[in-house]
């Protein structure tokens, strides 16, 4: 009585698949915005850099801690 169909299987293999195709896709438009930003705050001169590079230092500890607390 128990019907067990393989399509969830398939679908999981598409999606692996596919994954590392859209991380890259999302990694090399994260990367264009953050080449694009940093060379309008380099034309604003050194005190905006020094608060931006700040901003995302605390950004990106911020995403480490909330990434390593959910991966538990």
Do not use: K, N
Not at 8 to 14: I, V
Not at 42 to 70: D, E, N, Y
Request: zero cysteines; proline letters at 6%; hydrophobic letters at 60%.
């Amino acid at each position: 009585m128990d019907d067990v169909s393989p399509a969830p299987a398939a679908e999981e293999a598409l999606l692996g698949l596919l994954l590392p195709f859209w991380q890259l896709v999302i990694g090399g438009f994260v990367l264009f915005v953050v080449l694009v930003s940093v060379r309008r705050l380099a034309r604003r001169g050194p005190s905006r850099m020094t608060t931006a590079l700040l901003v995302t230092a605390a950004a990106i500890a911020g995403f480490t801690v909330v990434g390593v607390l959910l991966e538990g």
